[in-house]
């Protein structure tokens, strides 16, 4: 699968899951993985892009998650 | 601060190796034996012949840039620019001559540090950060283990115990820190359930996770206010549910306070490793010095020094003794609180008729 | 310069014989608004007997999910220098050892970007940098990272392993602690700057059962060095024992928990076959004794402190394994290890509780290891054992 569409992907479950459950990097992985019939090392490797660009965020609350960054 | 350095990502921590004084570098993996010359100080020897002095000084683990710049030019003057700390805080310094032991130990006892902690001794305190900086503290930790370590610093400096006694504060039940295993520890505390917030829990919290945090199955969703309410009679008050959920707090001034645990240790040496127990469930937080805190570590160590056999630690002596004598000698009262009614409760009742009048 | 605050309470604390935190926060307080007012609002807290912190924030460095700890005071219109009071994890070297220059260049960052305040080290063993404020985070990574240091684990992540000195000046370290712990950390960067665990993980690893560095109690991951074989001893050095005023019998003989020394006066007899490697007889003649030369490690898995559902100590997983580079056995395994407790684990579970939670005999079978009486402490207690279907008579 093309890179950014995949980051697409993650983004758009991360914003869907928003206010609901927040969700783990692992979280991620495994639903991505399987709904897209990919192994999680790619989606890992997507995820990490929108990371290191600051598009998704770790935060940490009784646990580490992956969430939007909040609006300054 | 336009003139940033390039930041370089997953680079980990520098080899070690450039830090090791070259006594010890050269000498690495060859060492033969040791020999405790004074409380401050022992010597390593290697199958080369080559001996490494180490002298060690206890620190309040909070330090002051100052602090360490000070270490680090005795270190620079004395040690060729060497320094290890330890897992309890202590800050090690390296010479390789007997010679250089005498002026090292001078500059640093004028310096005002404290020399010791080598041995059968109370070696520093390993703590937490308490009110300095934990959200979650139900006392502070460095005020504790000061107020303790300037009662029982002699044994530190000179004195001699049966064995090694370890003590550590952990300023909550979280227990950073291997609290649970030492031969003295004293842990915050609270008394009462946490408080709720229902407008910022609403705002705030996950009411799922906020209901899986609690061990006791205290807390259940309460959906006319789209908030969370707590089972009093279940809850034992461990701040699990603060951590989740900040809308929860349990700090309490009056109620908040410091437990005393014994008897742990994590050296396999003749005995398994084992956790420390509850000697006294409550002390209250008395600041600066929590007198009723000191008094009754000073009455626990004043018996293990009076009833200890010659390289017994304090659980190994307990587990001689028993711990109906433990109270006894101590004059420590046993109370409900410390007849276990937690995860491995059963295990603890006595399931023999043999014990000792007390 | 004048105290910003009156400190009446925090002031006993300057007297006595035992270093004191106070004066540490006053000399920094000198050159920082930061230290300063945390001075008043410790003082604060001295006073009301309750914390005047609030929980972390979304704070960090780009990139990494952990190594910074959010932390805002909840009186920040009183206090405003410890309005933020972020807390910087350095990753510290293996074994805490610095040369002066080293530790000096991070204390010269400290002083342009933070409170001059630190922690040497915390509880898992992170250089703790204490105190500044969010818009100072990626000036001190690059600052740091530049320089060759990087940031340690927090959230749920592995966490910065730590060790012993080992061999670097232990004559009783039977794995070299410092280099494993050098390994694991670089070799497992990813997992601990992005958090994927559902908690934390920790490594300890401790040169020998005397275990300094507490792996026991606190590592998710416990690595302890053992030997097999044969105690090395010298009969002069235990006569000489003996001659400086040792009384071997009591000392050390009836001390064996196992029983298997003996001392005529002359001559002392180790049964090795029965020796349980405790260490207690090497550490009280450690001229006399020494561990076998046959050196690995054994893993213990699970060790945690009390929360939430009660403490743990580390259990054997693996009795001997031989931890040398490139520790392809090991690193099997642990990886092995995080998939089970990916795939099983819930949000703040720690690997422990896990096989609490599922079973120890699930996790042997799942993970691939071969049940062995060195795992347990004794056999169950119990009838209510499971069966597989192969297990089963088929008519």
């Known amino acids: 699968m093309d890179k950014e569409q995949l980051k697409k992907i993650i983004y758009e479950l991360v914003e869907a899951s928003t206010g609901k459950k927040k969700l783990k990097q692992s979280d991620i992985l495994k639903k991505v993985a399987a709904d897209q019939g990919l192994e999680k090392d790619e989606v890992k490797a997507a995820l990490r892009e929108l990371v290191d660009a600051g598009t998704l965020i770790f935060t940490y609350f009784g646990g580490s998650f992956i969430e939007i960054p909040p609006k300054q | 601060m336009s003139e940033l350095p390039q930041r370089q990502t997953d680079i980990g921590p520098p080899h070690y190796e450039k830090f090791l004084h070259p006594v010890i570098k050269k000498n690495y993996g060859k060492w033969k034996y040791h020999e405790i010359l004074t409380p401050g100080s022992m010597v390593h020897v290697s199958e080369t012949g080559d001996k490494i002095y180490t002298i060690r000084v206890a620190s309040p683990r909070l330090l002051s840039t100052n602090t360490i710049r000070e270490m680090a030019d005795i270190a620079t003057k004395h040690c060729g620019g060497y320094l290890r700390f330890t897992t309890r805080n202590n800050v090690e310094f390296f010479v390789d001559e007997e010679g250089k032991i005498a002026p090292l130990i001078k500059e640093l006892q004028d310096k005002g540090y404290m020399v010791g902690g080598i041995g059968p001794r109370i070696s520093n305190v390993v703590h937490t950060q308490g009110w300095i900086h934990c959200h979650s503290a139900a006392t502070d930790a460095s005020g504790l283990v000061k107020a303790i370590m300037d009662d029982l610093s002699e044994y530190f400096t000179t004195k001699e115990l049966a064995n090694r006694v370890r003590i550590a504060v952990a300023c909550c039940v979280n227990m950073c820190g291997a609290v649970h295993c030492s031969d003295i520890a004293l842990v915050g505390v609270h008394k009462t359930p946490p408080r709720i917030d229902d407008e910022n829990v609403k705002n705030f919290c996950e009411v799922p996770s906020t209901i899986a945090s609690c061990p006791t199955s205290a807390i259940s969703p309460d959906p006319s206010k789209k908030s969370v309410k707590i089972k009093l009679e279940k809850c034992m008050y461990c701040g699990n549910c603060y951590s989740v959920c900040p809308a929860m707090p349990i700090s309490d001034p009056d109620n908040d306070g410091v437990a005393i645990v014994v008897g742990g240790k994590v050296a396999n040496l003749r005995s398994a490793p084992t956790f420390s127990k509850l000697a006294v469930p409550w002390l209250p937080n008395n600041p600066p010095r929590w007198p009723e805190v000191t008094d009754a570590v000073k009455k626990i160590l004043n018996a293990y020094i009076a009833g200890a056999k010659k390289h017994e630690r304090v659980g190994e002596w307990i587990g001689r003794i028993g711990w109906e004598k433990f109270f006894q000698e101590t004059a420590l009262p046993f109370t409900i609180q410390h007849v276990d009614d937690f995860t491995f409760a059963r295990e603890t009742f006595r399931t023999t008729a043999a014990f000792k009048w007390t | ?395």
């Open chain 3, 1 to 395: 310069m004048s105290k910003k605050y009156a400190t009446p309470l925090l002031d006993e604390l300057k007297k006595g014989a035992f270093p004191s935190f106070v004066k540490e926060m006053e000399m920094a307080a000198e050159r920082s608004d930061m230290a300063a007012d945390l001075l008043g609002l410790v003082e604060l807290s001295y006073k009301e007997k309750v914390t005047h912190w609030k929980h972390g924030g979304i704070v960090g460095v780009r990139g990494y999910g952990g190594g910074v700890i959010g932390r805002y005071s909840d009186i920040p219109d009183k206090f405003p220098g410890v309005a933020h009071f972020h807390t910087v994890r350095v990753n510290s070297p293996s074994g805490f050892y610095y040369t002066s220059d080293a530790i000096k260049e991070i204390c010269d960052i400290w002083d342009k970007y933070g409170s001059g305040l630190t922690n040497v080290h915390g509880s898992t063993g992170d250089l703790v940098l204490l105190g500044t404020r969010t818009e100072s985070l990626e000036p001190i990574f690059a600052e740091l990272s530049s320089r060759g240091w990087d940031l340690g684990g927090s959230g749920s992540a592995m966490r910065t392993p730590s060790c012993c000195v080992g061999k670097s000046r232990c004559e009783w370290a039977n794995i070299d602690s410092m280099a494993i712990t050098n390994d694991i950390t670089h070799h497992f960067q990813d997992e601990m700057h992005r958090p994927a665990f559902p908690y934390k993980f920790k490594f300890k690893v401790a040169g020998c059962a005397v275990d300094c560095i507490a792996s026991i109690a606190r590592a998710d991951m416990s690595i302890i060095g053992t030997w097999k074989g044969d105690i090395r001893i010298d009969q002069t050095e235990v006569k000489n024992c003996e001659t400086k005023g040792m009384n071997i019998q009591t000392e050390v003989i009836d001390m064996c928990p196992t029983g298997c020394m003996q001392w005529d006066g002359k001559q002392l007899k180790i049964d090795n076959s029965n020796c349980n490697r405790c260490m207690n007889c090497i550490a009280r003649m450690p001229k006399a004794l020494r561990p076998g030369t046959e050196q690995g490690a054994t893993l213990l898995l699970g060790s945690k402190a009390p929360i939430v559902t009660g403490a743990l100590m580390s259990w054997v997983i693996v009795p001997f394994i031989k931890m040398e580079p490139p520790y392809e056995e090991f690193y099997e395994l642990v990886g092995k290890i995080w998939e089970w407790w990916d795939e099983n684990g819930k949000n703040r579970e720690r690997i422990g509780e896990l096989i609490e939670r599922l079973s120890f005999p699930r996790f042997l079978k799942e993970v691939g290891l071969e049940p062995v009486a060195a795992m347990v402490k004794e056999p169950r207690r119990d009838p209510f054992f499971f069966w597989s279907e192969e297990d089963i008579i088929k008519k």
